[in-house]
């Protein structure tokens, strides 16, 4: 069996997003690290439901949300295991694979999220689209006066600009036969070259951070830039300095996970959207959220079922 492990990135942080996680005795130290940059536990903050959605909030979520949830999977002992994250969640990918300790990834997730902050503004955003083929898609949103930010699937992308571009550009889709065209709760235009100076110094801070060394046997980790396999940190922490000023590919993304032999494949953060994307793109594989599953026991056992 091999298992891919899928990082999340914004957009489904809520209320009961560490239910499963909040009393594993392994995570408690994921929990800790974060108070600090929060301001408090992170689950007595997102039980008051409040910002949720602000970009450092729910970057920091996300990141806990993901390496609390990775406490299982070691214990789950796969013997084969792929890692990839998705926006935000490449950096908690790069926590999961060893390379960065769990404190690492937060500060990191903290100062990402303050240099795209300061270099956005106000008014921008993104919008997802679907039902139109991605080069479409792409040419209406720079018709409008906006970027390509994540291709998903062929007829599936994100884009980023001002909000008032976007919504022109939503309608627009819609008019030409789009399933589905919608701006995001997210409020920053990720991974397009507005964020070019925040990729920058994000590129900065983690050519200052202290790397780990990775556990033994350790997961493959791909790049959530391209899908392509990061064997060497000084190859891998420039793309995931890169990405947040320029267009990610998930579905060469899940490409990646498809030729390393994943069998099961699971999304480890609040809500379903890779999971989703993954039943799509990986039909044969079995495919769960985290929050399929009600018990800690049950997600470590759905992976060792599969051994």
């Known amino acids: 069996m091999t298992l891919a492990v899928l990082l999340s990135g914004q957009g489904g942080q809520h209320p009961g997003m560490f239910d499963l996680t909040a009393a594993l ?160 709760p997210v409020h920053i235009p990720s991974h397009t070259p507005l964020l070019a100076e925040a990729s920058a110094r994000f590129a900065e801070r983690l050519a200052q951070a202290p790397l780990a060394t990775p556990p033994r046997p350790a997961p493959r980790l791909l790049s959530g830039l391209d899908g392509a396999a990061v064997f060497r940190p000084e190859a891998g922490l420039p793309k995931l300095a890169a990405q947040v000023a320029q267009t990610l590919d998930w579905a060469a993304c899940l490409e990646g996970v498809g030729e390393f032999g994943a069998t099961r494949v699971l999304e480890l953060g609040p809500g379903h959207a890779l999971a989703t994307m993954a039943r799509a793109a990986l039909p044969e594989a079995r495919v769960h959220a985290l929050e399929d599953f009600r018990q800690p026991a049950g997600v470590v056992q759905w992976i060792r079922d599969g051994a």
């Open 25 to 184: 005795p392994e995570a408690q130290g994921v929990f800790a690290a974060a108070a600090p940059l929060l301001g408090q536990d992170p689950r007595d903050f997102v039980r008051s439901g409040k910002d949720l959605h602000a970009n450092r909030i729910g970057q920091i979520l996300c990141c806990v949300a993901g390496l609390a949830a990775w406490t299982l999977v070691r214990r789950a002992q796969a013997a084969r295991v792929v890692v990839v994250g998705y926006s935000i969640g490449d950096l908690a990918a790069f926590g999961c694979a060893g390379l960065f300790a769990p404190e690492t990834v937060l500060h990191l997730a903290a100062a990402r999220a303050e240099a795209m902050d300061a270099a956005a503004g106000p008014g921008y955003g993104l919008a997802g689209l679907r039902g139109l083929p991605a080069a479409r898609a792409f040419a209406l949103a720079e018709a409008q006066g906006c970027h390509p930010a994540i291709r998903n699937a062929a007829d599936s992308v994100v884009v980023g600009g001002p909000v008032a571009a976007l919504d022109a550009l939503c309608a627009q889709a819609l008019a030409a036969g789009a399933a589905r065209a919608v701006r995001l």
